[in-house]
């Protein structure tokens, strides 16, 4: 077999760990030190959905702006940029630069170099910053950053799925806006929370390679008027 070829690592901000890039013939992997895979290329239909399922419900929007929290492989990014129409604007935040170094450079080919697209802003740092400063700015908000509400790589990451990470989110969006969160798995008492935030909650069961894999969660959640 192939053996695995060590590209690049990086320190995750807030004492997250260290981020490795891996290579394998075409087939890339970003682990966490002592931790395991986070994400592979080969598997990414949990990620697409994310995306389209988000892009779905904005299907009456003609110009939809969409902030979404976590670069990853890219995979969610491409997704929603097949989606959306030319007069889209989609956000970008990532809080590794090196992430979207590598997603520049040979790991970005995995998903057709969507940080190319001129619809895409590139930030770089907390989304979590970006929620708290900006209001009524997105029409769909997707997360998929870390493991879920379960934090894996970050402890900061937890603020997010807080109520008050909550409510942030729900003042960034517009009226009747869509909050899209990936998970690894299920969280009832983050269901909860959205609802008390004053969300309508669907919770969707998707797969991580199109009809096999695991199956990881997505919550839509739908702000009031």
Known sequence: ???????????????????????????????????????????????????????????????????????????????ALRQVGRQAQVVVAELVPAVVAWNRGGLGGAAGHPLQDPRVTVREGDVARILMAEQRAYDAILLDVDNGPEGLTRKENDWLYSMDGLNAAYTALFPRGVLAVWSAGPDQAFIQRLRKTGFEVEEVRVRARGSKGARHIIWFARSGV
């Not at 290329?41 to 949990?46: F, L």
């Not at 009456?60 to 969409?66: A, G, K």
């Open 1 to 79: 077999m192939t053996p695995w070829i060590l590209l690049d690592s990086t320190p995750v901000p807030g004492k997250g760990g260290e981020l490795r890039l891996y290579q394998r013939g075409d087939e890339f992997s970003i682990k966490i030190a002592g931790c395991g895979e986070l994400m592979n290329s080969r598997v990414h239909g949990s990620e697409d959905a994310l995306a389209e399922h988000t892009c779905a419900r904005l299907a009456d929007c003609e110009r939809p702006r969409l902030l979404i929290g976590g670069l990853g492989m890219g995979f969610t990014l491409a997704a």
